[in-house]
T-cell receptor, first 116, second 111 residues
Framework: GAVVSQHPSWVICKSGTSVKIECRSL??????MFWYRQFPKQSLMLMAT?????????EQGVEKDKFLINHASLTLSTLTVTSAHPEDSSFYIC????????????FGPGTRLTVT | RKEVEQDPGPFNVPEGATVAFNCTYS??????FFWYRQDCRKEPKLLMS???SGNEDGRFTAQLNRASQYISLLIRDSKLSDSATYLC????????????FGAGTRLFVKA
């Protein structure tokens, strides 16, 4: 149980275009989803926290107009990287927390984004 | 100062060796503690939670010292398959807690 999927697993796009990444909880309802970014040889950095049906809370330094997050249902959250630039190339990982699970979160397999 | 600090390594050890990882955290309001394992280009996977009383899972032993704000992970009888990056993870706050990841310690186990 507690499986989280992400789609796509990797994507290459041109500078200036937008890319949407989906995060789904397959066998549980995720009231909270987290989006992380990881650059090579660095740790995961939390970008934002989203609760179903409400606006996402962004971490300091993360542009909310550039990284659009939608958590419209209990099983799906999307991250859209708008007007992507090469410096946005990174490994994006989502995680999901089940209702009433206070501490444990389940990670998706990640999406590797390369902006050319 | 980083909220969660780890020795970046890498640790290069032979098979069968015992290796210890250390981690310190700065926020005294930290509530829960974990060790995750991350393989190259993969997502982190929970290895074990860390309790004040210490806990053991096979070859892995985790310890927490709240007074010193220090967490450790001990791996005994290292296997080649233990090669990975080990992440120290701390949850801060209650209810709407925030998860802080350490930068990770890279382990290479060699035959």
């Amino acid at each position: 149980g507690a499986v989280v999927s992400q789609h796509p697993s990797w994507v290459i796009c041109k500078s200036g275009t937008s890319v949407k990444i989906e995060c789904r909880s397959l066998d549980f309802q995720a009231t909270t989803m987290f989006w992380y970014r990881q650059f090579p040889k660095q740790s995961l950095m939390l970008m934002a926290t989203s609760n179903e049906g409400s606006k996402a809370t962004y971490e300091q330094g993360v542009e909310k107009d550039k990284f659009l997050i939608n958590h419209a249902s209990l099983t799906l959250s999307t991250l859209t990287v708008t007007s992507a630039h090469p410096e946005d190339s990174s490994f994006y990982i989502c995680s999901a927390r089940e209702y009433q699970q206070v501490f444990e979160q389940y990670f998706g397999p990640g999406t590797r984004l390369t902006v050319t | 100062r980083k909220e969660v600090e780890q020795d970046p390594g890498p640790f290069n050890v032979p098979e069968g060796a015992t290796v210890a990882f250390n981690c310190t955290y700065s926020n005294s309001a930290s509530q829960s503690f974990f060790w995750y394992r991350q393989d190259c280009r993969k997502e982190p996977k929970l290895l074990m939670s860390v309790y004040s009383s210490g806990n053991e899972d096979g070859r892995f032993t985790a310890q927490l010292n709240r007074a010193s704000q220090y967490i450790s992970l001990l791996i005994r009888d290292s296997k080649l398959s233990d090669s990975a990056t080990y992440l120290c993870v701390v949850n801060v706050g209650t209810g709407g807690f925030k998860t802080i990841f350490g930068a990770g310690t890279r382990l290479f186990v060699k035959a």
